[in-house]
Nanobody, 126 residues
Framework: QVQLVESGGGLVQAGGSLRLSCAAS????????AGWFRQAPGKEREFVAA????????YYADSVRGRFTITRDNAKNTVDLQMNSLKPEDTAVYYC???????????????????WGQGTQVTVSS
């Protein structure tokens, strides 16, 4: 079993940057496609970014493309989300997810995943 723990959330002003980290424990996380999702107040959970098992292939929601970068460090079993040029609409609880049985591409649309983190709050003020 894999356990995911997010960290790095916090309060930042619009235009600022924040780096989220997802640490996996229990098993080798490189066996899983990994992704980031977020849920804003009053909104449904939405896809943010995903990375293939090696991290070489990445996918992004249109709303964050060009501003966010997902990376993996399989030696450390971590998946990071670098968030730049943050906007107030980026405010949400961010969740890390992983799945051994799907692809990063599929994570764009699939909501059921094998592993989920507890979430970390990101608040962007104007």
């Amino acid at each position: 079993q894999v356990q995911l723990v997010e960290s790095g959330g916090g309060l930042v002003q619009a235009g600022g940057s924040l780096r989220l980290s997802c640490a996996a424990s229990g098993r080798t996380f490189s066996n899983s496609a990994a992704g980031w999702f977020r849920q804003a107040p009053g909104k449904e959970r939405e896809f943010v970014a995903a990375a293939s098992r090696s991290g070489a292939i990445t996918y992004y929601a249109d709303s964050v493309r060009g501003r966010f970068t997902i990376t993996r460090d399989n030696a450390k079993n971590t998946v990071d989300l670098q968030m730049n040029s943050l906007k107030p609409e980026d405010t949400a609880v961010y969740y890390c997810a992983g799945d051994q049985w799907t692809t990063a591409q599929a994570m764009r649309t699939l909501s059921h995943h094998e592993y989920w983190g507890q979430g970390t709050q990101v608040t962007v003020s104007s």
